[in-house]
């Protein structure tokens, strides 16, 4: 049994409803009071030179990329809420240079290339760092790393062997990995020291979509995009109140149903939660001993991810997400599915037996939100209407770095030019599309459960998930 199996039981319920007794379903990092206002809706037929369908990352950067690459370009963006509403302002704030999901998943599915993904993805990070410097972007953004946690035994000499592969990866044995953050779960841990950075998502999607506003791009929100056509001169995109004919089109739409019909099954929306701690005191903090501002990641499949942040007084509050991801039938995006009171309740829980010195601690925000997960597991491109389209999707949680890179990768397709982008298999290649109900339901109920006895068999897979290896649908992080 895995360790975060059954915790819930060892906790009193009127322990857990105290925790949760004042909490906001609002996203943290949204319940922000310099949330800039929402801009107008778009009203009545404009023309552009691109059109960009999506307010997420995907959308901006492909928006501020298009004016870099060429200024007299017109570009416009609509949004059918509001600019990083929906994952781009809810996530967890970990920026990872993977563009294919980690390390093992990469050499799962694409292993000729994916040592050259993983020097891509650096670039990628670094000159996503860069773009926050120059334009002054004031997103918390922190190279500072993400510590991999081994929880398990056997988890630990995975790590070892990851050091071994990659010399420039620190590894920690029991006691440095206690040094650096205490709780009695950890074995060891393995500090990868360039591969991540710390921001807050919220305020990075709004500095992007104000330096969008500054180069010149068009910005529409609470736009909803509702077809798309074509003729030989213009893609025409109907909205609510409206249309957009452009040269060029560029869907960034991610975990929301695609323009493009072809690829409503190629992913499906898996829910993602987490909770946010009340400031801790300073004494709270101390018994931590988290002096360093790397985010920390245990090593199961159904893992848990946390992070240290500073509230507008300067105290410091840990987010703690993860372990549980809801497949609700139908592959419906509903508000409702935001909230997931049982599993508030079992990440309390697991908090507690994560920091038993916190027990107590009390939380102020619990949410939730849907991931555009794919088959195998990080995104996947696509043209139509000959090359005036690009899609891409599929970022299964890991698109707040790889959306950069992704956006690269559309205006490379849009160019009609070919690149060391567009040559990539990772962008000619596409994951295998997902059943229709039910099967697709019963697929994913299955694999999460066998995702779980895993856990439970010190990681051995079995031969469910050996098969789904078989065909291109594993998922090995």
Known sequence: MSIYENVAEAYDDALIDAALQAISHVPYWLDDPERPAALPALEGATETDLLVVGGGYSGLWT????????????????????????????????CEASLVHGDSNGRQHLPEENDLLRELGLENLRELAEAVERYDIDCEFTYSGVLKLATEEHQVQWLRNEAKRYPELEFLDREEVQSSVK???????????????????????????????????????NTHATGLADTPEAITVGTTAGSVKARRVALATNVFPSLLKRHRLHTIPVYDYAIMTEPLTEEQFATLGWEDKQGLADLNNRFHYYRKTRDANGAVRIL????????????KIKP???????TFRKLVTHFYFTFPQLEGLKFTHAWGGAIDSCSRFFAFFDTSHNGRVAYTAGFTGLGVGAT?????????????????????????????????????????????????????????????????DALGMGFDS
């Open 183 to 221: 709780s009695p779960v950890y074995r060891a841990g393995l500090w990868d020291k360039e591969g991540t950075a710390m921001i807050n998502p919220a305020k990075l999607a709004w500095g992007l979509r104000r330096v969008c506003l500054e180069q010149g791009v068009r910005i529409f929100e």
């Open 320 to 331: 703690f997400g993860g372990y549980d991801a809801e497949y609700y039938y139908g592959g």
């Open 336 to 342: 409702e599915y935001d909230q997931n009171h049982e």
């Open 63 to 94: 928006a501020l990329m298009a004016k870099e690459r060429d200024p007299e370009r017109t570009v416009t963006l609509i949004e059918s809420h509001r600019v990083g509403w929906a994952a781009s302002g809810r996530n967890g704030g970990f």
């Open 404 to 468: 950069r890179f992704a956006a690269n990768v559309m205006l490379d397709l849009l160019s009609g030019k070919k690149t060391q982008r567009t040559e990539l298999q990772m962008v000619k290649k596409k994951p295998i599309p997902f059943p229709p109900e039910p099967v697709a339901f019963v697929g994913v109920k299955m694999m999460t459960g066998e995702l779980a006895r895993a856990d439970r068999n010190q990681g051995k897979r079995g031969l469910f998930l050996k098969t789904m």
